[in-house]
Every structure is written in structure tokens, then in C-alpha cells.
């Protein structure tokens, strides 16, 4: 599949990836690629999220492929039962936080946590660091094991997000197309 053939929804976490993350730079560089916006981006609420990845998969017009970052990945997984089958092709999922991380932010709701725990229905990816403050790599690797996920080692990377040194991310976008090639 290539960027053209598809939807790309970009799922931003908690505060909604500023102007200099990856996710922003991805969604202005791909021409198929939009932003999965929520009510608040500082209240994580998981119907109210999870409701909202729901809709943009179902006004999608051509197969979707999800970009997820942070909270943004567990709102995946929460969304997940609720989107059309078929619809959703793939999801590349990064730097999820640890359930621990989310209970930590103020006003958190508190049904964020546990994450679902079973396979998603469409095939994923999922990008960890070993160095991650908010996930640890064993965290991230029982994620993508009860997902179903391809996990990615990728080493001493923070969060993977424009205060650990990862605004453009090129390897990111390079790791994306090739999992883009194999859907």
C-alpha cells in the first residue's frame, strides 16, 4: 500500500504533538494524512477519545492506516471494537505510555486503565525505547504481545517525541513506508 491508496489518521496523545513533532510534520508532509482531533487534549476521557478515532475511521473515504502516539495508542486499542471491519488496514503505533504514566496525569479518567488486552483486528507495529520515562521496554513489549504487534527496538530514543530529539524523525517515516509497503 502507499500513502495515496490510503487514509492516514494521525492519533496524537496527551497536549496533541505541537508544531515541531513528528506527527505534525507527518501529517503536513503526507497529502492523505489528517488529525484525529479531540474534545480536550488534556483530558484523557477513554469513551470520549476512543469515540473520536471511531468517527474519523468512519468518515474515512478510502482504507485507513492509524498513526498513534503516546495516549494516542491506548485510545487505539480502546477504539478498536468499535470501528468498521475492514476499514482500518494498519496501525503504527509508538511510544505507549504506561498505565502507571496515565494514572499519573491530572484528571485522567480513571477507565483508561487497564488497556484492552485483546488482538487488534488489523495488522500493527509498534515502535518502543528502552529509555522511555513513561513506559518501561518490558511494558511495551506485553503491549505489543497481547496486541498482536510487531515490536521495534528502538533503543535510547526517550519518547520518541520533540523533547527526547525526535521532531522529524526521519527513520520514523522510513520505518513507517516500509510498513505501509507490507499492507
Same mark, same amino acid.
Given at each position: 500500500?502507499?500513502?495515496?491508496?490510503?487514509? /492516514?489518521? /494521525?492519533?496524537?496523545?496527551?497536549?496533541?504533538?505541537?508544531?515541531?513533532? $513528528?506527527?505534525?510534520? $507527518?501529517?503536513?508532509?503526507?497529502?492523505? *494524512?489528517?488529525?484525529?482531533?479531540?474534545?480536550?487534549w488534556? !483530558?484523557?476521557?477513554?469513551?470520549?477519545?476512543?469515540?473520536?478515532?471511531?468517527? *474519523?475511521?468512519?468518515?474515512?473515504?478510502? @482504507?485507513?492506516?492509524?498513526?498513534?502516539?503516546?495516549?494516542g495508542?491506548?485510545?487505539? %486499542?480502546?477504539?478498536?471494537?468499535?470501528?468498521?471491519?475492514?476499514?482500518v488496514?494498519?496501525?503504527?503505533?509508538?511510544?505507549p505510555?504506561?498505565?502507571?504514566?496515565?494514572? *499519573? /496525569? &491530572?484528571g485522567?479518567?480513571p477507565?483508561?486503565?487497564?488497556?484492552?488486552?485483546?488482538?487488534l &483486528?488489523?495488522?500493527?507495529?509498534?515502535?518502543?525505547?528502552?529509555?522511555?520515562?513513561?513506559?518501561?521496554?518490558?511494558?511495551?513489549?506485553? #503491549? %505489543?504481545?497481547?496486541?498482536?504487534?510487531?515490536?521495534?527496538?528502538?533503543?535510547?530514543?526517550?519518547?520518541?517525541?520533540?523533547?527526547? =530529539?525526535?521532531? @522529524? $524523525?526521519p527513520e =520514523?517515516?522510513?520505518?513507517? %513506508? =516500509? #510498513?505501509?509497503? !507490507?499492507?
Open positions: 500500500m502507499r500513502a495515496a491508496d490510503c487514509d /492516514i489518521l /494521525i492519533v496524537p496523545g496527551w497536549s496533541g504533538s505541537g508544531p515541531d513533532h $513528528w506527527q505534525t510534520r $507527518w501529517e503536513d508532509k503526507l497529502s492523505t *494524512a489528517r488529525r484525529v482531533e479531540q474534545e480536550d488534556y !483530558k484523557i476521557h477513554r469513551d470520549g477519545w476512543a469515540a473520536r478515532v471511531a468517527a *474519523a475511521v468512519e468518515a474515512a473515504t478510502r @482504507p485507513v492506516v492509524l498513526v498513534a502516539h503516546s495516549c495508542v491506548p485510545a487505539v %486499542a480502546h477504539a478498536a471494537p468499535l470501528l468498521p471491519a475492514g476499514t488496514r494498519g496501525a503504527f503505533l509508538v511510544a505510555p504506561g498505565e502507571r504514566a496515565i494514572r *499519573a /496525569i &491530572p485522567a479518567d477507565a483508561f486503565t487497564p488497556y484492552p488486552r485483546d488482538p &483486528p488489523f495488522p500493527s507495529l509498534l515502535v518502543a525505547s528502552r529509555t522511555d520515562d513513561y513506559c518501561t521496554y518490558d511494558e511495551a513489549s506485553d #503491549f %505489543a504481545l497481547a496486541w498482536g504487534s510487531a515490536l521495534v527496538d528502538a533503543g535510547d530514543a526517550g519518547h520518541l517525541n520533540t523533547a527526547s =530529539g525526535h521532531g @522529524p $524523525w =520514523g517515516l522510513m520505518r513507517f %513506508a =516500509g #510498513f505501509l509497503a !507490507k499492507l
